[in-house]
């Protein structure tokens, strides 16, 4: 279950406000003068990687210089490139290239993000984390992470929604055991158990995104004690096509399945001119 990878450039992810895409000339500093950021949005380092990492530079040095900042205590803070740093520590290196910024918290941890979404370093949970800290610590809307990072609105609302997994599920996830698309189908499982239990067989038996989804819908279906619920919740994907459609026509559109990947979609208008503009879009 490979992760999604990302693979876009930084001015893409940030058209609207390039904030390390203008840097001062390159320096260098003891590697002890470095210290870890406070705004780095990754969370975890897989050990083996880090060694790989680490006998790269044995070889060829670090080529791509880490962002920081000036640390009032003296020396610098790492905004982004802390795992280039701990493998240059492992290589025996003294010093490192670094870019200075002038950045408060605000910016550093924006440019954090956008660096590690662009390094394609971050797993999906550790994107909806910093997704969410903008949102708790600066008061960013979705719609505003959206501009950010160049993503649908939507996008980041699926990326949020995956914070209301079990830690169980996360972790799978975290681990790259569970895909995003897998997790986001167990989201419309009923309850918590439901959902661990299903990350667990998808894991475990090597499930597609599809059959995730088909199995929460069935649990859903049913209240526990065997007795159908009145309407099954639609998946994540579903959801998401029924709101980017909607936007592409610019009219209310749902999207019914009735069967394996086949479904029917419903346009809703509410006057002849809604009508004759929703033909004269849909025939250009």
Known sequence: MARRRLGRGLDGLLPAAPVVSERPAKNNAAIEDLH???????????????????????????LEPILVRKRAGGGFEIIAGERRWRAAQQAGLKEVPIFVHDLDDEGAFEAALVENLQREDLNPIETARAFQRLVDDYGYTQETIAAKVGKERSTIANALRLLKLP?????????????????????????????????????SKGWSVREAERRARLLSRDDGNGTPA????????????????????????????????????????????ELDRLIEKLTK
């Open 36 to 62: 870890p950021g406070r705004m780095q949005p990754r969370g975890r380092i897989v050990a083996e990687s880090l060694a790989e990492l680490a006998a790269s530079i044995r070889q060829h040095g670090v």
């Open 167 to 203: 830690k169980d599920v996360m972790d799978l996830v975290e681990d790259g055991a569970l895909s995003e698309g897998h997790a986001r189908a167990l989201l419309s499982a009923p309850n918590v158990s439901s959902m661990k239990k299903l990350a667990h067989a998808a894991v």
């Open 230 to 273: 009145k309407k099954s919740a639609k998946s994540a994907n579903v959801r998401d096509l029924e709101q980017r459609l909607s936007r592409a026509v610019g009219s209310s559109t749902t999207v019914h399945e009735t069967g394996k990947e086949r479904g029917q979609i419903r346009i809703n208008y509410a006057s002849f001119d």
